[in-house]
T-cell receptor
Framework: GAVVSQHPSRVICKSGTSVKIECRSLDFQATTMFWYRQFPKQSLMLMATSNEGSKATYEQGVEKDKFLINHASLTLSTLTVTSAHPEDSSFYIC??????????????FGDGTRLSIL | DQQVKQNSPSLSVQEGRISILNCDYTNSMFDYFLWYKKYPAEGPTFLISISSIKDKNEDGRFTVFLNKSAKHLSLHIVPSQPGDSAVYFCAASTGGTSYGKLTFGQGTILTVHP
């Protein structure tokens, strides 16, 4: 079964709207989660690292004021796309390490959110 | 700068045969490599991984080979099944403070024909 739950799975909204996407770790705690974005026929690109209790760290070229990340608890990280525009339309997906964060281990991914801005 | 490359956008294989998916990387700091399988509108599902201290890791029908000198890894699926049809991504990380940060290839669409 899924170990990372992401909601909503699809959003269609008007330009200028802010959209919140939730990522939850199920049955385990995740002090760190990651947010990726995938454009059509392209690779998944890391946007930011979400840290519980502290500020997120953003990859180069990602606007932190545009993509607000809040990791308020050990099981929940949220990504808010503020004042979304058509160019923000993409597939957003989160991940979390399965158990804690010790050494190399696979990330478990949510099912993603398809964001479409009209 | 594409640090992880999957040069074959697609691969078509007959059921029962071997599927070989390839991946090349440029960053010599990568020390952990993973393969994920992805269906449309779903998140990637972890398949198998390998640490840079190894050159082979096997899990059932899936085997990953790592050639560090060539900066190349491959995923072998034997025997291939129609249910294996999906997009396959290779990914890599550098460890240290970057644990968990994955750099993905572009993906290869695998189609297994009955």
């Amino acid at each position: 079964g899924a170990v990372v739950s992401q909601h909503p799975s699809r959003v269609i909204c008007k330009s200028g709207t802010s959209v919140k996407i939730e990522c939850r770790s199920l049955d385990f705690q995740a002090t760190t989660m990651f947010w990726y974005r995938q454009f059509p026929k392209q690779s998944l690109m890391l946007m930011a690292t979400s840290n519980e209790g502290s500020k997120a760290t953003y990859e180069q070229g990602v606007e932190k004021d545009k993509f607000l990340i809040n990791h308020a608890s050990l099981t929940l990280s949220t990504l808010t796309v503020t004042s979304a525009h058509p160019e923000d339309s993409s597939f957003y997906i989160c991940s979390a390490p399965a158990q804690g964060f010790v050494g190399n281990q696979p990330q478990h991914f949510g099912d993603g959110t398809r964001l479409s801005i009209l | 700068d594409q640090q992880v490359k999957q040069n074959s956008p697609s691969l078509s294989v007959q059921e029962g045969r071997i599927s070989i998916l390839n991946c090349d990387y440029t960053n010599s700091m990568f020390d952990y490599f993973l393969w994920y399988k992805k269906y449309p509108a779903e998140g990637p599902t972890f398949l198998i991984s390998i640490s840079s201290i190894k050159d082979k890791n096997e899990d059932g029908r899936f085997t990953v080979f790592l050639n560090k000198s060539a900066k190349h890894l491959s995923l072998h699926i034997v025997p291939s099944q129609p249910g294996d049809s999906a997009v396959y991504f290779c990914a890599a990380s550098t460890g240290g403070t970057s644990y968990g940060k994955l750099t993905f290839g572009q993906g290869t669409i695998l189609t297994v024909h009955p």
